[in-house]
T-cell receptor, first 117, second 117 residues
Framework: AQKVTQAQTEISVVEKEDVTLDCVYE???????LFWYKQPPSGELVFLIR??????QNEISGRYSWNFQKSTSSFNFTITASQVVDSAVYFC??????????????FGTGTLLAVQP | GAVVSQHPSWVICKSGTSVKIECRSL??????MFWYRQFPKQSLMLMAT?????????EQGVEKDKFLINHASLTLSTLTVTSAHPEDSSFYIC?????????????FGDGTRLSIL
């Protein structure tokens, strides 16, 4: 069965601190996709990144970076120099690669990040 | 690009009323759309997968007759909560996946907060 674990329920940091959100996944598939979404207090989910299981290169986008390690089944997300606007719930998600019937997303339970000024 | 519009954003109605929620992909075609339910401070729970031109696929435990889904076109899916009761109060979110090949991310609507009195 597929499963995504975000062990950190809540994290509080002070602005400008770096913060890493952990994501560990379980799947029997050899190929799959991983995603990160952001849900600010307003409620909408914002797509941040997609990574396929073939590509273990780390990715950086501005203050955001992602560390994918297949050997440990982890896909961690780091925010550098955090800002108050980064305050949100962050969800890690997993889907199968070939779509099967639907390409369903399996979500983790989310990590609430609070960035204090 | 990849904008999903969900309407209405907020509904308050009396018990016994049926409520229809619309989900539209504004700038892309989506054969597949998804409906989620989210309780406060919890993750997203997939309710059903909406397929254009065919019947929706419901997750285990979700009542088909309670939550009617219609996906009549490549850009529109609707969820009707029939004879809603207070226990149906929740945050409902739709998503749509672009018909552009494998592993496309789901793009989410802004959600609908449903309150049944």
């Amino acid at each position: 069965a597929q499963k995504v674990t975000q062990a950190q329920t809540e994290i509080s940091v002070v602005e400008k601190e770096d913060v890493t959100l952990d994501c560990v996944y379980e799947t029997r598939d050899t190929t799959y996709y991983l995603f990160w979404y952001k849900q600010p207090p307003s409620g909408e989910l914002v797509f941040l990144i997609r990574r396929n299981s073939f590509d273990e290169q780390n990715e950086i986008s501005g203050r955001y970076s992602w560390n994918f390690q297949k050997s440990t089944s982890s896909f961690n997300f780091t925010i550098t120099a955090s800002q108050v606007v980064d305050s949100a719930v962050y969800f890690c998600a997993l889907s199968d690669y070939y779509g099967g019937a639907t390409n369903k997303l399996i979500f983790g339970t989310g990590t609430l990040l609070a960035v204090q000024p | 690009g990849a904008v999903v519009s969900q309407h209405p954003s907020w509904v308050i109605c009396k018990s016994g009323t049926s409520v229809k929620i619309e989900c539209r992909s504004l700038d892309f075609q989506a054969t597949t759309m998804f409906w989620y339910r989210q309780f406060p401070k919890q993750s997203l729970m997939l309710m059903a997968t909406s397929n254009e031109g065919s019947k929706a696929t419901y997750e285990q435990g979700v009542e088909k007759d309670k939550f009617l889904i219609n996906h009549a076109s490549l850009t529109l899916s609707t969820l009707t909560v029939t004879s809603a009761h207070p226990e149906d109060s929740s945050f409902y979110i739709c998503s749509a996946r672009e018909d552009r090949g494998l592993g496309q991310p789901q793009h989410f609507g802004d959600g609908t907060r449903l309150s049944i009195l």
